[in-house]
C-alpha cells in the first residue's frame, strides 16, 4: 500500500537516426527539442548532424544537415519566438532557423578551453549557456554579444559596463576520490563541475543548475540554486 503504480509507456512512432557517409555508426541521439507552435521535433546526433521531423500521428522526417562545428553535438533548445534551434558543440553555440538556407545569427564561440557547451535554454531574446568548466554564461542573439557585468558606481555616475562577460560560477559539489582520481588528478585544487542542466523558476526568480566532472570514469555531482 501507498507503493506508486507504473505503466509501461508505448511508443506513438519510431524513427531511425539517418545514416550518414562520414560516420556510419555514430547515430546515438545526444539532444532533443520540441517545437509546440510548430509541432516539430528536432535532434542532434552523434555523427555530428541536425535532424528535424513533422510530429503529429506520426513523425516525418523534414530535413537532415550537416552542423557547422560536428564535437560533441550534446544539448539542443528551440526558441519559440524566433523560431530558433540552438546546438551546444565542443566550443560553440550554431544557431538554427530550418526554413532559411543561410544562417542570419553567427555563431558564438563559447572560449572556454575546450571543455565544450555542455546546457542551454533561452528565454526571450537571451540564450544561457552552461559549459564543461562549471560557469553559466548569457548571450543576446539581438546584439549578438555576452552580457557584461556592471562596473561600480561612483557617486557623480552611474553604473556601466565593465567589459567583463556576466558569470555564475558553480561550486565545489561532491567527488568521489577513486584510483582514477588520485593517479591522475589528486593535484589538481580546484576541479569543476560540467553544466549538465539548467532549469528558470520565472515568478520566483530562481535557477536550478546541476552536473558534475566532466571527465569519463570519475564519479561525483553537484546542484546548486540561485535567486
Known amino acids: 500500500a ?4 507504473y505503466t509501461h509507456i508505448r511508443p506513438r512512432d519510431m524513427e531511425t537516426i539517418p545514416r550518414s557517409s562520414t560516420s556510419p555508426s555514430n ?7 520540441f517545437s509546440g507552435k510548430n509541432q516539430e521535433l528536432g535532434a542532434v546526433s552523434l555523427d555530428g548532424y541536425f535532424h528535424l521531423w513533422k510530429a503529429r500521428s506520426t513523425l516525418s522526417r523534414l530535413l537532415s544537415i550537416r552542423l557547422p ?5 550534446v544539448c539542443l533548445t528551440y526558441c519559440e519566438e524566433f523560431s530558433l534551434y540552438a546546438v551546444g558543440s565542443q566550443s560553440h553555440v550554431s544557431f538554427l532557423d530550418p526554413r532559411q538556407g543561410q ?21 526571450q ?7 564543461g ?3 553559466l ?13 556592471r562596473a561600480s558606481a561612483s557617486s557623480d555616475s552611474c553604473p556601466g559596463p565593465s567589459g567583463r562577460k556576466l558569470q555564475l560560477t558553480c561550486g565545489r559539489g561532491w567527488l568521489n576520490h577513486n584510483d582514477l582520481w588520485v593517479n591522475y588528478f589528486d593535484h589538481i585544487d580546484d576541479f569543476p563541475n560540467a553544466l549538465y542542466t539548467h532549469c528558470y523558476n520565472w515568478p520566483e526568480m530562481k535557477l536550478f543548475v546541476a552536473g558534475g566532472p566532466l571527465p569519463s570514469g570519475l564519479h561525483g555531482n553537484y546542484a546548486g540554486l540561485w535567486s
Request: aromatic fraction near 12%.
Open 103 to 123: 544562417q542570419n545569427i553567427r555563431p558564438l564561440c563559447s572560449r572556454e578551453g575546450g571543455m565544450g557547451v555542455r546546457s542551454l535554454s533561452f528565454y
Open 27 to 33: 547515430r546515438k541521439v545526444r539532444a532533443l527539442a
Open 133 to 135: 568548466r562549471g560557469s
Open 137 to 149: 554564461l548569457f548571450y543576446d542573439i539581438r546584439a549578438q554579444k555576452f552580457l557584461e557585468e
Open 2 to 5: 501507498g507503493l506508486p503504480v
Open 69 to 73: 562545428y560536428c564535437h560533441d553535438n
Open 125 to 131: 531574446y537571451i540564450i544561457t549557456v552552461g559549459t
